[in-house]
């Protein structure tokens, strides 16, 4: 139940295309679900954040879909450029704690 | 924004020694700060949460007389992995939540530091 279930493991896009990648969580007590992104030998950088009380959260190119029916919440890359290729992770925590969970991450290649 | 810093970025060590790890937040008071260790292509595993001024709370599974936690002030927590082997190198990297930073649900990351144990 502690799970944060992450998909797909990697993705290969085109340059100007849109990365999606998805995840999904078992606990309903899960309350922040925040996208970190990390380059090779860096610490993970918080990219964006959302709640259970929206289902849409946009912040520059990155857009978060958040599903609470289904459990499922995904990352949008719009217009994906060479330098977002990354490792994304997903994660939830409840509020009480703070503690992260983190998906497995997907490695990003953006292909020029 | 939030930023953490950690030192060393890296180290090397011989088996049997004990290394030190400091972890800083620079410009906000990290009511909580959190450990974690990641292997190559893998996701983080939280080891640690630790609370300035109490005891840190260890995960299962990590052995808290060999990785030991210090939470001495609402900027600076400190990871000292004792009797260093071959199998604790590995990237630890720390992070730090609440206070001015935000939302107390907000953790801000380390860079990382690379541990290699000869």
């Known amino acids: 139940q502690q799970q944060v279930k992450q998909s797909p493991q990697s993705l290969i896009v085109q340059k100007g295309g849109i990365s999606i990648i998805n995840c999904a969580y078992e606990?309903?007590?899960?309350?922040?679900f925040p996208w970190y992104q990390q380059f090779p030998g860096k610490g993970p950088a918080l990219l964006i954040a959302?709640?259970?009380?929206?289902s849409e959260k946009k912040e520059g190119r990155f857009t978060i879909s958040f599903n609470k029916s289904a459990k499922q919440f995904s990352l949008h890359i719009m217009d994906s450029q060479p330098g977002d290729s990354a490792t994304y992770f997903c994660?939830?925590?409840?509020?009480?704690?703070?503690?992260?969970?983190f998906g497995a991450g997907t490695i990003l290649r953006v292909k020029s | 924004g939030a930023v953490v810093s950690q030192h060393p970025s890296w180290v090397i060590c011989k088996s049997g020694t004990s290394v030190k790890i400091e972890c800083r937040s620079l410009?906000?008071?990290?009511?909580?700060m959190f450990w974690y260790r990641q292997f190559p292509k893998q996701s983080l595993m939280l080891m640690a949460t630790?609370?300035?001024?109490?005891?840190?709370?260890?995960e299962q599974g990590v052995e808290k007389d060999k990785f030991l936690i210090n939470h001495a002030s609402l900027t600076l927590s400190t990871l000292t992995v004792t009797s260093a082997h071959p199998e604790d190198s590995s990237f630890y990297i720390c992070?730090?939540?609440?206070?001015?930073?935000?939302?107390?649900?907000?953790?801000?990351f380390g860079p990382g530091t690379r541990l290699t144990v000869l």
């Open positions: 994660a939830a925590s409840m509020e009480y704690g703070n503690k992260l969970v």
């Open positions: 959302i709640r259970p009380d929206v």
């Open positions: 410009d906000f008071q990290a009511t909580t």
């Open positions: 992070s730090g939540g609440g206070g001015l930073a935000g939302s107390t649900d907000t953790q801000y």
């Open positions: 630790s609370n300035e001024g109490s005891k840190a709370t260890y």
């Open positions: 606990n309903t007590a899960f309350d922040y």
